[in-house]
């Protein structure tokens, strides 16, 4: 057996292809292999967001649905609080009034003016018709403002999209009665990431930045560790999971995802190695001027440097000298 502290070695010739007949030895020596760990991951999206009813009223028009793409700053529906139609009318009638009453007393300001050049009436009475259209100004003024708050709450009664992405949710109907603050379309934005439940045994063997595998509903894909949550939930380690160009046409949608959660030390050799005879595996060894056959027991293949390699279980140690396969007529 070999041992897990020696230093990793190259596998030098092994890693060539065994051609028919070759003569070619190789010392075995064993290799870092990755151990990886198969979990499942959602797909997510970065931002989940509700647009939400600014005002209270009746939901009348509604312009999304479950799947649709928005963008943001976007009408998607439209709230009718017609409480507000009365104030406008009310406050519209109050400007009309204050305004008949402001030009009255401008009028008499005037006439007040002409009269105090003669003499007629005293300043202190001009200065008195002064401050009533002054305070019938203000008055107006207030009105005006009071007129554009309720037109400004009028407006709220369109619900925008707050981020551009796909709508998820849609939990609300026409016709519907809807306080402030009440959510009316659940939008995912900000693109699509992969988020990750891992045992917490694997917590210590997780870093930033390492390579991951995934299934993705388009194909096999690599991803980056991008974020480790410090926040163990149910025994779990929540990761989150960068990849490149990730669909978000499914959210939440599981696949399955191979995390790297250490490396061991193994002895590879080609597949082109290993000789079947009646359902044993062997691999032909120089011990000379001699080649000999020893049986094994195989595990899983694995890519190593750029190419696919068997491991061997038992049956080889370290040092062995690797050479071309005898061949046999009874071979599958």
Same mark, same amino acid.
Request: charged fraction near 20%; proline fraction near 5%; include cysteine.
């Given at each position: ?7 990793f070695v ?5 890693? %060539?292809?065994? !051609?028919a ?5 190789t010392?075995?020596?064993?290799v870092?292999? +990755?151990?990886?760990?198969?979990v499942?991951?959602q ?8 647009a ?12 999304v ?10 009408v ?8 507000l ?19 009255? !007393? ?11 050049e ?26 005006r !403002? ?19 992405g796909?709508?998820?949710s849609?939990?609300?109907?026409r016709?519907?009665v ?8 659940? @939008? ?7 988020r ?11 870093t930033?930045?390492a390579?991951?595998?995934?299934? +993705? ?6 991803g980056?560790?991008a974020? @480790?949550?410090? %926040?163990?939930?149910?025994?779990r ?14 959210v939440?949608?599981r ?5 790297p ?13 290993v +000789? ?13 001027e ?23 279980? +038992?049956?080889l ?9 005898l061949?046999?007529?009874d071979?599958?």
């Amino acid at each position: 057996m070999f041992s897990l502290h020696r230093p990793f070695v190259a596998l030098c010739l092994a890693l %060539l292809p065994f !051609a028919a007949g070759a003569e070619t030895v190789t010392p075995l020596a064993p290799v870092s292999v +990755t151990e990886w760990k198969a979990v499942y991951g959602q797909i997510d999206t970065r931002d989940r967001i509700s647009a939400r009813a600014r005002i209270g009223g009746t939901l009348v028009s509604l312009t999304v649905t479950e799947g649709d793409r928005v963008e943001a700053g976007q009408v998607l529906a439209e709230i009718v609080d017609d409480k507000l139609v009365f104030q406008l009318g009310a406050i519209e009638a109050q400007i009309e009034a204050l305004g008949a009453q402001l030009a009255n !007393a401008q009028d008499e300001l005037t006439r007040g003016e002409a009269l105090l050049e003669r003499g007629v009436i005293t300043a202190q009475s001009l200065e008195s018709l002064r401050t009533q259209a002054d305070v019938l100004k203000n008055q107006v003024a207030a009105a005006r !403002a009071n007129r554009r708050i309720v037109a400004q709450q009028a407006s709220e009664g369109k619900v925008l999209a707050p981020v551009g992405g796909r709508v998820l949710s849609v939990p609300v109907t026409r016709d519907s009665v809807l306080m402030p603050g009440e959510p009316v379309v659940l @939008i995912g934005g900000g693109g699509a990431f992969l988020r990750l439940a891992v045992p917490e045994r694997f917590a210590a063997v997780l870093t930033e930045g390492a390579t991951i595998h995934i299934e +993705t509903p388009d194909g096999p894909a690599t991803g980056t560790l991008a974020k @480790i949550y410090p %926040l163990i939930e149910n025994g779990r380690v929540i990761a989150d999971v960068e990849v490149a160009a990730l669909s978000d046409s499914f959210v939440n949608t599981r696949v399955l995802v191979r995390l790297p959660v250490g490396v061991r030390e193994a002895l590879l050799v080609p597949p082109a190695a290993v +000789t079947t005879v009646s359902g044993l595996d062997f691999v032909t060894l120089a011990q000379g001027e001699d080649r000999v056959q020893r049986a094994v027991v195989l595990g899983g293949r694995v890519a190593h440097d750029g190419a696919e390699r068997v491991e061997v279980l +038992t049956g080889l140690r370290a040092g062995d000298i690797l050479a071309a396969p005898l061949e046999h007529a009874d071979d599958h």
